[in-house]
């Protein structure tokens, strides 16, 4: 797979979403993290896995706890596509307010 | 299309009829360690372990006399007793299914049941091809009959668990 559809795969979890959300407010042991789910840790550290393979996440290097925490510019690769979609929307929906506009003071002066 | 490398991870379950603090000793004291830890035909001979966040834990597992011995390594993640024990598992020298240095990561959970009884969840993920999460599966299966046929040697029944640990605690304290 390349980079975009591993980040997409990764991203396609309600599960790997939440565990994305939880360490955007700091790093965290697997322990901690499986903790509101319904799903056993293996199964969680499945999860972690997917997002580490992914680079959106990856345990510390240093310190003897080494926890998991959020790489979010591996996100950018993902956002940069989008990005180029919010554009599109943003020039079409400025030509449809013009269009609008256009139209209103047509039917006023008729 | 599911991805592929989602599959290969194992997950084996255990219930044990003993409470969970006995468990939890079984899996993080050495001298526990030594009688249930690798298969029933490559028993560990010896299992030293730092049991600390970064703590290395190295095993040998013997395979018979004219086979050489398996070292199996790796270092402890997290330790969150009694539920949660993470460490990193490589199988050294050229044994690994998946070649040589390939690092897997282990999980152990342990879950309170009524009744003093206590459920293992052993996780393992990592693996690279079907073949070797087929043999790990078989391992720490076997592990985990080893470790129940130890608990029962060990203690007659969980009502006597609580009889020897007061009489620990005792001895310590005179």
């Known amino acids: 797979m390349d980079n975009l559809s591993t980040t997409f795969y990764a991203l396609a979890d309600p599960t790997r979403r939440a565990i994305l959300a939880r360490l955007s407010r700091g790093e965290t042991t697997l322990s901690e993290l499986a903790r509101p789910f319904d799903m056993t840790v293996p199964a969680v550290a499945k999860h972690v896995r997917v997002l ?28 940069q596509w989008m990005e180029r979609y919010r554009e599109f929307w943003d020039t079409s929906l400025d030509r449809l307010g013009a269009y609008l506009a256009h139209t209103a003071e047509r039917q006023r002066g008729r | 299309v599911a991805d592929s490398r989602a599959l290969l991870d194992l997950s084996v379950v255990r219930e ?26 490559a028993p560990a001979i010896s299992f030293v372990a730092d049991i600390r966040p970064g703590g290395a834990w190295r095993a040998c597992l013997t395979r018979g006399e004219t086979v050489r011995p398996l070292y ?31 690092e897997t990561e282990v999980t152990m959970e342990l879950e309170a049941l009524a009744a003093h009884r206590t459920r293992l969840t052993i996780g393992q993920i990592g693996l690279r091809s079907a073949e070797s999460v087929g043999g790990h599966q078989h391992g720490w299966e076997s592990c985990m009959d080893r470790l129940g046929a130890w608990l029962r040697a060990r203690y007659a029944s969980s009502t006597e668990v609580g009889a020897s640990r007061v009489k620990v605690r005792r001895g310590q304290a005179t």
Do not use: K, M
Not at chain 1, 56 to 79: C, E, K, N
Not at chain 2, 29 to 40: D, N, P
Not at chain 2, 81 to 99: A, S
């Open chain 1, 52 to 79: 580490e393979e992914a680079g959106l996440v990856r345990r510390g290097l240093r310190g003897p706890t080494r926890p998991i925490r959020l790489q979010p510019r591996a996100l950018r690769g993902a956002h």
């Open chain 2, 16 to 41: 044990y009829p003993y409470p969970i603090d006995v468990v939890w000793e079984a899996c993080t004291s050495t001298q526990a360690l030594v009688h249930w830890f690798g298969r029933e035909h």
């Open chain 2, 72 to 102: 199996v390594s790796g270092h402890y993640l997290e330790i969150d007793p009694p539920n949660v024990l993470v460490f990193t598992f490589r199988c050294e020298g050229d044994h690994h299914e998946d070649g040589p240095g390939v």
